[in-house]
């Protein structure tokens, strides 16, 4: 049974530390997609690969946040420095390019600023 | 840009009516809409997936409507259960752009 793993499924830190978050997309998928979730703005696209290569990270606040697929198995998301407004759960999903399937969601990474 | 509404926000119903979930989007130029499932603590599961030159997709007790021209498209549940108690949320993508723009959801509960 495929799924998309994501590592650590809870954070706790304080404000100024660094944030790292992975994720393992589906074998054989070439996207993966960072997307980050909170009650007041619901799901929002943070940034998407493409067979290794960013294609979109518009909707990443560039000054702390940075994205990155070491290899094909590997996609990370760090935060430096980490900032109260920073707390959501961060989800991680694969797919298959051009985009005409549907896109399968890790369980995400709930993350707490303090 | 792309604005996808969903009404009601949350929705309360007893064990085996059938109902209906709306979605709004304000830019018809999609390339397809997706609705999934999000249970408390868990990330989403795809549910069904319309592309922009079909009208509907069905899938068990599931039915997705889409009707580009007026941006609106309906998940209608029948029979509902309530193991079909979870957030509910739209997706579109389209504009030249594959990227998905979500919902904020509808909350479902189905009463036992």
């Known amino acids: 049974d495929a799924r998309v793993t994501q590592t650590p499924r809870h954070k706790v830190t304080e404000m100024g530390q660094e944030v790292t978050m992975r994720c393992q997309p589906i074998?054989?998928?070439?996207?993966v997609f960072w997307y980050r979730q909170t009650m007041m703005q619901g799901l929002e696209l943070l940034a998407y690969?493409?067979?290794?290569?960013?294609?979109?990270d518009s909707g990443m606040p560039k000054d702390r946040f940075s994205a990155e697929m070491p290899d094909a198995t590997l996609a990370t998301l760090k935060i430096q420095p980490s900032e109260p407004r920073d707390s959501a759960v961060y989800f991680c999903?694969?797919?298959?390019?051009?985009?005409?399937?549907?896109?399968?969601f890790g369980p995400g990474t709930r993350l707490l600023v303090l | 840009k792309q604005e996808v509404t969903q009404i009601p926000a949350a929705l309360s119903v007893p064990e085996g009516e059938n109902l209906v979930l709306n979605c709004s989007f304000t830019?018809?130029?999609?390339?397809?809409l997706q609705w999934f499932r999000q249970d408390p603590g868990k990330g989403l599961t795809s549910l069904l997936l319309?592309?922009?030159?079909?009208r509907e997709q069905t899938s068990g007790r599931l039915n997705a409507s889409l009707d580009k021209s007026s941006g609106r498209s309906t998940l209608y549940i029948a029979a509902s259960q309530p193991g079909d108690s979870a957030t509910y949320l739209c997706?579109?993508?389209?504009?030249?752009?594959?990227?998905?723009?979500f919902g904020k959801g509808t909350k479902l509960t189905v009463n036992p």
């Open positions: 690969f493409r067979n290794r290569a960013p294609l979109d």
């Open positions: 999903a694969s797919g298959l390019a051009p985009g005409q399937e549907t896109q399968y």
């Open positions: 830019d018809s130029a999609i390339y397809n």
């Open positions: 997706a579109v993508s389209g504009g030249g752009s594959e990227k998905l723009v």
């Open positions: 074998l054989g998928h070439n996207t």
């Open positions: 319309i592309q922009s030159s079909q």
